[in-house]
Nanobody, 119 residues
Framework: QVQLVESGGGLVQPGGSLRLSCAASGIFSSVNTMSWYRQAPGKERELAASITYGGTTNYADSVKGRFTISRDNAKNTVYLQMNNLKPDDTAVYYC?????????????WGQGTQVTVSS
């Protein structure tokens, strides 16, 4: 059974930084992508950033230049370094693992970690 555990959320002032971590455990293919999604109150969940096993990254326009996604494949862990945070970044941040298995993609989600940007 695959489990994802996020950590690193909290309260930060505008312009501040936070680093989120997500550790995956269980058995899954190395053909995978790990992502960070976020969901603000009253809004739909949206992709913030993703990274493939090989290190190819993708970012939402709203976070480009401020957020950096990275991963440690030996630890099955993905990170999201968030700099110059804005109040609009306030959301619950979810980690997702998409892994290839027997011709299909399986999606696994973490429980989420709250990020609040406020003075």
């Amino acid at each position: 059974q695959v489990q994802l555990v996020e950590s690193g959320g909290g309260l930060v002032q505008p312009g501040g930084s936070l680093r989120l971590s997500c550790a995956a455990s269980g058995i899954f293919s190395s053909v995978n992508t790990m992502s960070w999604y976020r969901q603000a109150p009253g809004k739909e969940r949206e992709l913030a950033a993703s990274i493939t096993y090989g290190g190819t990254t993708n970012y939402a326009d709203s976070v480009k230049g401020r957020f950096t996604i990275s991963r440690d494949n030996a630890k099955n862990t993905v990170y999201l370094q968030m700099n110059n945070l804005k109040p609009d970044d306030t959301a619950v941040y979810y980690c997702k693992l998409r892994a290839f298995r027997s011709g299909v993609w399986d999606d696994y989600w973490g429980q989420g970690t709250q990020v609040t940007v406020s003075s």
